[in-house]
C-alpha cells in the first residue's frame, strides 16, 4: 500500500510544496511549513521504501 497509494499521495505533496514555495511570504508560518516539509522529503521517502523508521 505504501508503493501505490501512499506514494501517490506523498508525490502531490512535495509537487504542491515545490509549486507554492516561492509564492509564500518569508517567515509566514506557511513558508516555514513548505521549508520544514521539503527538508524531510528524503526521510518521507525512505519510508516509503521501508515502513520500519526505526533507523
Do not use: W
Amino acid at each position: 500500500m505504501r508503493g501505490t497509494k501512499v506514494k501517490v499521495l506523498v508525490d502531490r505533496h512535495f509537487d504542491l510544496c515545490r509549486k507554492y514555495e516561492d509564492y509564500a511570504l518569508g517567515g509566514t508560518p506557511l513558508a516555514s511549513a513548505i521549508g520544514y516539509s521539503l527538508n524531510q522529503e528524503q526521510a518521507l521517502r525512505r519510508f516509503l521504501d521501508d515502513g520500519d523508521c526505526r533507523r
